[in-house]
């Protein structure tokens, strides 16, 4: 794909994931639960990290997962931001759901 093809394709990208707008009254994450997931998992959830690594179950990075409620990840994608949406790997944070249950 040709440079600017694919800068198009992430602007559409992330206006497309952006337009919907999220109820906080719905969701059982919250955004501080998100934050610390963000922080504590970073290394594994960074779109410039190709290695693909699985935490330890004890690890600071699954406490964090385990303190949302039903472990639901799903909830955590949902509170991401834009810019957040770019530089975190929604799959990857969806799979932490998995690797810390």
Same mark, same amino acid.
Not at 19 to 46: F, P, R, Y
């Given at each position: ?6 800068a198009?394709?992430?602007l #559409? #990208? *992330?206006?497309?994931?952006c337009?919907?707008?999220v109820?906080?009254?719905? #969701?059982v994450?919250t955004?501080k639960q998100?934050e610390?997931?963000l922080s504590? *998992?970073?290394?594994i959830l &960074? +779109?410039?990290?190709f290695?693909i /690594?699985?935490p +330890?179950?004890?690890?600071? *990075?699954? $406490?964090? $997962?385990r303190?949302v409620?039903? /472990?639901?990840?799903?909830? /955590?994608?949902?509170?991401l &931001? %834009? ?7 929604? &799959?990857? /944070? #969806?799979?932490l759901?998995?690797d %810390?249950?």
């Amino acid at each position: 794909m040709l440079p600017g093809k694919a800068a198009v394709f992430l602007l #559409l #990208l *992330c206006s497309v994931v952006c337009v919907h707008q999220v109820n906080s009254d719905e #969701l059982v994450c919250t955004e501080k639960q998100k934050e610390a997931i963000l922080s504590k *998992c970073e290394h594994i959830l &960074t +779109r410039g990290s190709f290695a693909i /690594i699985k935490p +330890r179950k004890g690890s600071e *990075c699954c $406490v964090k $997962v385990r303190d949302v409620p039903h /472990i639901d990840m799903n909830c /955590i994608v949902k509170l991401l &931001t %834009c810019q957040e949406g770019m530089e975190y790997v929604g &799959t990857r /944070i #969806l799979k932490l759901q998995h690797d %810390c249950s």
